[in-house]
């Protein structure tokens, strides 16, 4: 667990505050009152600093706290049966970690920093006992829930209805969202993840990748430069990936 392990994390020795947080309209507090916040800012003792390439939880460590992403960048993968890793999804600044551990209390996944990286601890018995206090923080819980049982929706149709380079339009689109909801460009951002990671993501071998990249780029939608993205038409874009749902009506 990340909290015992000294060698790879470095704690930040300033108190962490929700309602300063840069993020506090996209996190957990998101509609909660000034007291209520201040109830939940009691339960994150300090914020944890996760240097790059480092492994916040493991597949199978025992749920202890959610986590805040603050700062920084993450994924989260499991293992195939191959020994083979299967990367699930990618967080980022506003967004939890380690939800998927409530249901038996235990992280299913392994959650590792892109870059370096901030989150505020929730330890969970704290947080489910605040929440039985505050119907506010509890319909949020609910929500985050939620949201993820949505994320894997969503994962099924680009999985099972998109080909190549549907996929990657929607992977990039995505991205283009959540980066905007959080203040910075739709158009102009650089990729945090390695090609070979997004299409483990996408379910995609790193050759498909690379022609699907070129395939957007022909197309006048999309140039990738490395990890530079340049979105050139976000209409377009958006009508690439409208338009997989008329596949399945044929």
Known sequence: MAESNSQ?????TL????SSCSVLELCLPIGLTCGEVERLDTLIAQRVKVKKGTVLYRTGDPLRSLYAVRLGFFKTSILSVDGREQVTGFQMQGEMLGLDAISNDHYACNAI????SEVCPLPFSLLEKLAHDLPSLQHNLN?????EIVRDHDMLLLLGNMNAD???AAFILNLSQRLNMRGYSSKNFVLRMGRKAIGSYLGLRLETICRSIAHLRQEDLVDMRGRNVTILDLPGLKQKVTGCHRHTEQ
């Open 166 to 168: 549907e996929r990657l």
């Open 143 to 147: 929500k985050l829930l939620s949201q």
């Open 15 to 18: 108190k962490s505050v929700c």
């Open 8 to 12: 790879l994390l470095r704690v930040h």
């Open 113 to 116: 920093a892109l870059e370096d």
